[in-house]
């Protein structure tokens, strides 16, 4: 029996086991209700709904704050002494590699084929909002993190919904918040070992044998299929041994390089044709108020731009205060602030770049039922003919880095659910790594919709908990606000090797 046989068999075995639990929790986790002629998912309403509710009542921080921010990422009010293992830097470009990747690409194309140009501004409206979410998560996440006594941290809704919640509301607040726990660590165990890794690995080998002769190319086969995968999983398995400080090492490189490249190609397409540029972001903002054959009309190109922008960026999710939570420092609220940078390059820079260079350049594809990364591709190669390659490069550096993140995501998870111990860590790591080689062979799409039903269904927890705790995240950016304007009274720089080692990566 071949490879591809018995693969193929998996797939279809696994599919038929695991269809009918994917597709219920799928219409219960998704589901939509008419409104203005066409459907709004209830979760991404949730999630928009926080974004504004914790917008106003942080006084709008995603823009009064949004330089001090920048400040805190440079090392500017870095202290001497602080526990964590990264720097701010570091820290943000790990969380990020976790939520650029394909949906800045395809799923934008997908936004604007289906809800026109004025999905856009409806998108970057639902970027700009969930900054606030972002930034009260990982405030806690920090705030609550767990410093073990090698130095290393854990973090995330698993550590902070319990302490949060026990020190809120007690007792009950404490056995509420331990059950939370489980079932967030489980949701972000499972959505990492099947969409963090496995959906990663066999879109970005999908892209590669695309622009190597398809399959019956140089790695067409299934054995180059089993190349591939164990190649990946090699390098994956190296990185995540080092732990957070081996992935902010990579991904503090990887995340500059991949967004530089793609920044690039879009701003070619968009210079090319710079004199069709105020027409489109004419289209843009138009299109967002006065929508032309949409279904829903305006509401419809919104929920459209809301639905990319909140699977794009993952605020209220849970997901990156495991990664902001390995941060050296001392308040709380300054990596919060630096959160609150992470919707804005992903949905704001990368999305609308991406967005812009299709309504500029207004492929022959746009609006026809065809997959979006297609659609994102063809818009490129109106100006470079070369772009695939290009666009493959891109796909397997934001491939990489996310399966890093979520790889350090997901190891947080299960040492929470199974301990701590060598035994365990080194389990996970190998069953992570497994899956990547699995990613690869397999396509598994069911789980892989599993997963993001699972994974959503985390912001229904997560969120809860943020409200709850809204309070303890306003005492901290309060004494973080004091702490900055006695650092900048007395005329102090960032000290340490951490600020030495931002200025020099930035």
């Not at 293992?85 to 194309?109: D, R, Y």
């Not at 970005?204 to 999983?233: C, K, R």
């Not at 004199?275 to 006065?290: C, L, R, W, Y």
């Amino acid at each position: 029996m071949s490879l591809e046989s018995v693969t193929q068999s998996v797939d279809e075995a696994v599919s038929g086991f695991f269809e009918p639990i994917a597709k219920w929790l799928g219409e219960v986790v998704f589901y939509a209700v008419p409104v203005g002629g066409t459907d709004l998912p209830l979760i991404v309403a949730w999630l928009v709904v926080a974004g504004l509710v914790f917008t106003g009542w942080f006084g709008f921080v995603q823009v009064r704050k949004f330089r001090l921010a920048v400040d805190v990422v440079r090392g500017k009010y870095d202290e001497k002494g602080s526990a964590g293992e990264v720097n701010h830097f570091q820290a943000l470009t790990a969380a990020v590699s976790g939520t650029v990747g394909l949906g800045n690409i395809a799923g934008v194309a997908v936004a604007v084929s289906i809800g026109g140009p004025g999905a856009t501004f409806w998108m970057i409206l639902c970027g700009l909002l969930g900054m606030a979410t972002k930034f009260v998560e990982v405030t806690l996440g920090v705030k609550y993190r767990e410093v073990h006594a090698d130095g290393t941290v854990s973090g995330g809704p698993m550590h902070y919904l319990p302490k949060g919640l026990a020190e809120r509301f007690g007792k009950n607040g404490k056995t509420l918040g331990k059950v939370l726990a489980v079932l967030a660590s489980f949701m972000i165990l499972f959505f990492g070992l099947f969409g963090g890794n496995l959906f990663q690995v066999n879109q970005s080998y999908a892209q590669l044998v695309s622009v190597t002769g398809g399959e019956d190319g140089a790695i067409g086969s299934s054995a180059g299929a089993l190349f591939f995968g164990i190649l990946v999983a090699a390098l994956v398995g190296i990185v995540l041994l080092g732990g957070i400080r081996s992935i902010a090492n990579v991904t503090s490189r990887l995340v500059p390089a991949m967004a530089g490249i793609y920044i690039v190609a879009c701003l070619i397409v968009i210079l090319v044709n710079v004199s069709a540029v105020p027409d489109a972001v004419t289209a843009i903002v138009e299109g967002a108020f006065n929508p032309e054959g949409v279904a829903g009309g305006v509401l419809g190109a919104l929920i459209i731009g809301f639905k990319r922008a909140a699977f794009s960026n993952e605020a209220g999710l849970g997901s990156a205060p495991i990664a902001h939570s390995a941060v050296k420092t001392k308040h709380p609220a300054s990596e919060g602030l630096v959160a609150l940078l992470e919707p804005f390059i992903d949905t704001v820079v990368i999305c609308t770049m991406t967005a812009l260079t299709i309504v500029i350049a207004n492929p022959a594809t746009l609006g026809e039922d065809i997959g979006g990364v297609t659609i994102t591709s063809d818009a490129f190669e109106t100006v470079l003919p070369w772009f695939p390659y290009i666009l493959t490069v891109a796909v397997m550096l934001f491939a990489i880095s996310t399966v890093l993140t979520w790889g350090y995501y997901g190891l947080k998870a299960w040492t929470y659910l199974f301990g701590r111990s060598r035994t365990s860590e080194v389990t996970y790591k190998v069953l992570y790594t497994v899956f990547a080689i699995a990613g690869s062979l397999l396509t598994l799409q069911t789980l892989i919709d599993l997963a993001d039903a699972v994974l959503f269904s985390l912001a229904v927890i997560n969120i809860i908990g943020l409200y709850l705790l809204a309070p303890v995240v306003k005492r901290e950016l309060n004494s973080f606000l004091e702490y900055v304007r006695a650092r900048d009274a007395s005329g102090e720089t960032g000290d340490g090797e951490d600020q030495e080692s931002v200025k020099t990566t930035v």
